[in-house]
């Protein structure tokens, strides 16, 4: 495959540009000492990483809410770690990590370089599963939203990757066909099998070096993509 017949790139935004676990990790350590929060950063994040992951997955399988998610998170991490807190804080700690994660602006790296080669020569999109009030605010602080001609977030589309509803909504506004289309994103089951569904090509960012058995183009650098594009 080449990227001749491609038109459209559809990224996931958080883990496959913009480094998520860093600017987390940031942002707890922030959060922590604003609100005398007396627990080890790395020992949170221990539990904390795996946690958020399998709470991701449940709230892409329509299992939790986002207000389960946002508190269900914390709530088990800090068992874990067996600190008492209260639930009046959790939620405090839910809303004020939100507020400040798009503040962390680290980028994967080749984030920008591969941008700059792509954009003069494809539409570039997002498809994103993060929640609204803070995607455009990452992507804004990274200096990354001037890429991109449409950004697509679940939320506004009701429907969470890999629905196959959230990659036809994005096909259709951006009137791009699947077969025309490349979906580059982290994770295996939403935006490389979800892509797949309907038609489109897919890059696997695999940064985590898993074993992929799927029929994916997979990378562990996001500068491997200018070899396919």
């Given at each position: 495959m080449t990227g001749n017949d491609i038109e459209h790139i559809f990224f996931d935004l958080d883990h496959t540009l913009w480094d998520f676990e860093t600017n987390s990790a940031k942002t707890f350590d922030f959060i922590f000492k604003d609100n005398h929060i007396d627990v080890s950063l790395d020992a949170f994040l221990h539990h904390y990483v795996p946690i958020n992951h399998h709470y991701w997955k449940l709230y892409r399988?329509?299992?939790?809410?986002?207000?389960?998610?946002?508190?269900?998170?914390?709530?088990?991490?800090?068992?874990?770690?067996?600190?008492?807190?209260?639930?009046?804080?959790?939620?405090?700690?839910?809303?004020?990590?939100?507020?400040?994660?798009?503040?962390?602006?680290?980028?994967?790296?080749?984030?920008?370089?591969?941008?700059?080669?792509?954009?003069?020569?494809?539409?570039?999109?997002?498809?994103?599963?993060?929640?609204?009030?803070?995607?455009?605010?990452?992507?804004?602080?990274?200096?990354?939203?001037?890429?991109?001609?449409?950004?697509?977030?679940?939320?506004?589309?009701?429907?969470?990757?890999?629905?196959?509803?959230?990659?036809?909504?994005?096909?259709?506004?951006?009137?791009?066909?699947?077969?025309?289309?490349?979906?580059i994103g982290d994770n295996l089951e939403a935006d490389i099998l979800g892509a797949q569904q309907i038609g489109m090509q897919t890059i696997f960012f695999n940064y985590h070096n898993e074993v992929v058995n799927h029929n994916t183009i997979s990378i562990t650098k996001l500068i491997e993509i200018k070899q396919y594009l």
């Open positions: 399988e329509e299992k939790v809410s986002k207000p389960e998610l946002r508190y269900g998170r914390l709530k088990e991490s800090f068992n874990a770690l067996n600190y008492n807190i209260s639930d009046t804080m959790i939620d405090h700690l839910a809303t004020v990590y939100i507020d400040n994660l798009p503040n962390y602006n680290a980028l994967f790296d080749g984030t920008i370089e591969v941008l700059d080669y792509l954009a003069p020569n494809y539409q570039l999109h997002i498809i994103t599963n993060g929640f609204d009030e803070v995607q455009l605010k990452k992507m804004n602080n990274a200096a990354i939203h001037h890429y991109f001609n449409q950004i697509i977030t679940s939320e506004s589309v009701g429907v969470k990757k890999p629905n196959p509803k959230i990659f036809n909504h994005a096909l259709e506004v951006t009137a791009a066909l699947p077969e025309k289309s490349m979906m």
